[in-house]
């Protein structure tokens, strides 16, 4: 596995409401795009910084990944993505060398990516993406 760059950086929000003005007004960011991924149970809004981005996650649903952090950590950086050339082959890579996955086969994320997840037990607390254009 070939790790290229810091993808994305993912981070829960409450409410992009009032987190997208934060990020523009504040930090001077633009939003570029803002999408919602049903299966995820999340409405996402992107930011550009440099080569990578921030993901900001609002929950759709309080039983959805990110509802769930939020109720038990509250709002903050959710998960880390790398940006591979094979999401299938990096899994297949990392679950040999032990690792426990979420995702054992790549799936749609958001922005069309091809996405799978670590799992936090495996990677030392740190929610783990892997994804490919
Ligand atoms: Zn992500």
């Known amino acids: ?30 939003c570029y795009n803002v999408e919602e991924v049903a299966d995820q149970k999340v409405k996402t809004a992107f930011f ?24 038990k950590k509250g709002q903050g950086i959710h998960h880390l993505a790398f940006a591979v050339d094979g999401v299938d082959e990096a899994l297949t890579e990392v679950e040999a060398n032990g690792v426990a996955l979420i995702d054992k086969k790549a799936r749609k994320g958001a ?10 037990k495996s990677t030392l607390g740190v929610l783990t993406e892997l994804c490919c254009e």
Do not use: C, Q, R
Not at 4 to 26: D, F, T
């Open 1 to 30: 596995m070939k790790i290229s760059h810091i993808e994305h950086i993912g981070i829960a929000v409450k409410s992009l409401e009032e987190a997208i003005p934060y990020y523009e007004k504040v930090l001077g960011l633009k």
């Open 48 to 71: 550009k910084v440099g080569e990578v981005k921030i993901e900001l996650l609002e929950s759709t649903d309080p039983e959805g990944p990110i509802g769930k952090f939020i109720e």
């Open 111 to 120: 922005e069309g990516l091809n996405i799978g997840f670590l799992h936090p």
